[in-house]
Structures are given as structure tokens and as C-alpha cells.
């Protein structure tokens, strides 16, 4: 009897331990989960990926629908979507009051206004703001470049991007992009398309600005991630092709350092165009190894969990130092 009674014990005991372990285990995956989700959202929002944003701060508000922080994120996440009927809809139905919540709400009401004043086109994939009264010409023009660009991205990497992608055509450098620049940046891409819009009187010089700076956006788009400036600048200038073919520039190699960080910040032109040559040439020494471009696509994505160099070796079976002496 005593023995069937400690049987009887011991099994309890275990059953009981099972089910301790596994509510323990369930614990820890919905927790691992949960930080996961965090962890992708800040990615999101640091990238201005806004529908993938969105969707994460929708999922985290179903865990805590109080969160006031998530709230507020999601009211600006339908301020930069350009919804500002929903983002003043969404702010009204909030049961508390906040600055930010009180700002973005009357921003939205005069943005609302000034998009029925203001010039504005709009394209399958793009929206274009412009100073000033460019041509109505030049403005499709723009539209319809961008449109060509972007099929044919879609096609080399085998992607599309999530979000309506925004073009400004300015005239004076306030619209240029925040900071300052140095005299020989013209276009930039800081999350927005920025083409100077007397470039459009130049067909030879638009058409493959726009497919550089488009290549930029799409990086972005695909890897959510601060990959090195050599393998952004130097894909972007293989795409618009304008400067392939160009002599070694004189002078002394760059480090791999400052192929790393952004050109913007060089104001020698010299120096610059140094440093995009060398970026064109390394990216050139990849392609030679595997030109598939959807291949390129996925080494660049993997840079974001393996690193730059170890995503280099197991894509391309080289480092950067190496692809640089390459081509020194």
C-alpha cells in the first residue's frame, strides 16, 4: 500500500512539475515574443517604415489598449502615412489629452488645408511636392521617370516597397534636407527624393539622378537597416550608370573608414568624388563574383543579423579591406 501511495505522490509530483515547466516555457516564448515585437516596431519607426509600424503598434496595443506612449506613437504613424482625416479621427476618440496629440491634430487640419491650395501631384508610387511653379510638364515628366525607375527596380531586385514613396522638386536649400550640405550635393535622399528642379531642363542629368537616389529609397525600404555608405553609393551609381567607365581619380586610397560614413559630410569635391569612385569600383568587384542583383538584395538584408564583413564572406567570400585592395 505504501508503495502504490508513493507512486501515486510521485506522479502527482511530476504532473505538477510538467505543468510548472510548461507554463514556464509558455511564459518565456510570449515574452521573447513580446520583446521581438518591440525590438521590429523601433526598427520600423527608426526607418520610417510607417505599415510596418503600424501594423506592430497595433499588435502591442491588443496586449496593453491603455498604453498612452503606444497610442501617441500610432496617432504619429498616421501622421507621417499622410492620413490626417484618420490621424484627427483617431486623436478625437483618445480618452486623455497631450501636447503631441493636440499638436499633430492641427498640423493635420492645416495640411488638410494647404493640400487643397497648394501644388501637388500624385502617381501610382510617388507623391511630389514643389516649390515655387515649376512646369506642369516638368512635374509629369518627374512622375513618369520615377515611374519607369521604380518598375525597373522592382524587376532587378525582385522587390516592392511597402510605402508611397515622396519627391520634393526645390528651389531654395531650405527644402533640401536638414543640415547643411556642401556645395557639390545637389540630390539627396533622407526619406524623401530631394532633386533640385532646375535639373529637369537636363534630360542627360535627371533621368539617372533619379534612378540613383530612387536606389536609395529602395535600400532603405529593403533592409531597414545602416548598411555601409560604400555598398549604398557604390549599387546606386551602378544603377543610374553615370559615372561608369570614369578614370581612377590621383591620389591616395581612401580608408575603409571614411568609404563607411556619409559622403555629405566631405566638403573637398575632390575627396568626394574619390570616395564615390572607390565605392563603384568595390561594388563592381561583387557583381563580378555573382551579378544576380536579387542576390545582392539578400546579402544586404543579411548584414542586419550576421555584420558587414561576415555577411561579405558568406555572399561573396571576400571582405571590404579585401575588395579594396582589389581595386586599389
Not at 496586449?63 to 492620413?83: V, Y
Not at 516597397?161 to 522638386?169: A, G, H, I, S, Y
Not at 543610374?240 to 575603409?256: E, L
Request: include cysteine; hydrophobic fraction near 40%.
Amino acid at each position: 500500500m505504501k508503495n502504490i501511495i508513493s507512486i501515486v505522490v510521485g506522479v502527482i509530483v511530476l504532473l505538477i512539475g510538467a505543468r510548472w515547466f510548461m507554463q514556464q516555457m509558455a511564459a518565456k516564448e510570449a515574452f521573447d515574443k513580446h520583446e521581438a515585437l518591440i525590438a521590429e516596431t523601433n526598427e520600423c519607426l527608426d526607418m520610417a517604415e510607417w505599415n510596418c509600424a503600424e501594423k506592430n503598434v497595433r499588435a502591442l496595443l491588443k496586449e496593453t489598449p491603455d498604453d498612452q506612449n503606444l497610442q501617441l506613437h500610432l496617432a504619429g504613424i498616421l501622421f507621417e502615412q499622410e492620413r490626417y482625416e484618420d490621424c484627427i479621427a483617431y486623436v478625437q476618440s483618445r480618452k486623455f489629452s497631450h501636447e503631441d496629440l493636440n499638436y499633430l491634430k492641427q498640423k493635420s487640419e492645416s495640411l488638410i488645408r494647404e493640400i487643397e491650395t497648394l501644388g501637388l501631384e500624385r502617381s501610382m508610387h510617388f507623391r511630389v511636392e514643389f516649390e515655387g511653379r515649376p512646369a506642369r510638364k516638368d512635374i509629369m515628366e518627374a512622375l513618369a521617370v520615377l515611374e519607369v525607375a521604380y518598375d525597373s527596380l522592382c524587376h532587378l531586385f525582385d522587390f516592392h516597397p511597402e510605402n508611397k514613396m515622396n519627391l520634393v522638386l526645390y528651389e531654395s536649400t531650405q527644402y533640401q534636407g536638414i543640415g547643411p550640405r556642401p556645395e557639390w550635393v545637389g540630390a539627396v535622399f533622407d526619406g524623401k527624393l530631394r532633386i533640385p528642379v532646375n535639373v529637369m531642363a537636363y534630360r542627360e542629368i535627371y533621368r539617372p539622378m533619379f534612378f540613383h537616389e530612387l536606389t536609395h529609397a529602395f535600400i532603405r525600404a529593403m533592409t531597414r537597416h545602416h548598411i555601409p555608405l560604400w555598398v549604398n553609393e557604390g549599387i546606386a551609381q551602378v544603377i543610374d550608370a553615370s559615372r561608369t567607365g570614369m578614370q581612377r581619380p590621383d591620389g591616395g586610397v581612401p580608408s575603409i573608414e571614411a568609404l563607411s560614413t556619409p559622403f555629405v559630410n566631405e566638403n573637398n569635391t575632390g575627396t568626394a568624388v574619390k570616395l564615390y569612385w572607390y565605392s563603384q569600383a568595390m561594388v563592381e568587384r561583387l557583381l563580378a563574383r555573382n551579378a544576380d542583383l536579387v542576390h545582392f538584395r539578400t546579402f544586404i538584408q543579411s548584414m542586419r543579423t550576421l555584420g558587414n564583413d561576415e555577411a561579405l564572406q558568406k555572399f561573396y567570400g571576400v571582405t571590404a579591406q579585401q575588395l579594396l585592395d582589389e581595386v586599389r
